[in-house]
């Protein structure tokens, strides 16, 4: 069975800091796009970042103002979403995605959710004082 599957998140105040981690199975994602998403309550579902499958190119959200840092390690066959100084408008639940988008030059090819053929099933992440 292929899988894709989030964890990390949890209630944190504002400010603190959190790493997601998403570990595929049943098959290599090593040469696999993989990318964030979030999804807040009463919002659709947006891109946060996203990286290669040899981590020379990474994408993000201009909003998140560098906040969060998009890695991988392919050996573990696990992808990560380190998120700094979080905000209470952060609050969402965060998945993970792996596809073979058709690269666009200068373009967000990145964006297109219909073209990740892998998502997880998403962990929650609440930030609160």
């Known amino acids: 069975q292929v899988l894709l599957e989030e964890s990390g998140g949890g209630l944190v105040q504002p400010g603190a800091s959190l790493r997601l981690t998403c570990v595929g199975t049943?098959?290599?994602?090593?040469?696999?796009?993989m990318s964030w998403f979030r999804q807040a309550p009463g919002k659709e579902r947006e891109f946060v970042g996203g990286?290669?499958?040899?981590?020379?190119?990474?994408y993000y959200e201009d909003s998140l103002q560098g906040r969060f840092t998009v890695s991988r390690d392919n050996a573990k066959n696990t992808a990560y979403l380190q998120m700094d100084n979080l905000k209470p408008e952060d609050t969402a639940v965060y998945f993970c995605?792996?596809?073979?988008?058709?690269?666009?030059?200068?373009?967000?090819?990145?964006?297109?959710?219909?073209?990740?053929?892998?998502w997880g099933q998403g962990t929650q992440v609440t930030v609160s004082s």
């Open positions: 995605a792996a596809g073979f988008p058709v690269k666009i030059p200068g373009g967000a090819f990145y964006l297109n959710q219909p073209d990740y053929d892998y």
């Open positions: 049943g098959r290599s994602f090593s040469n696999y796009l």
């Open positions: 990286i290669s499958w040899n981590s020379r190119n990474q």
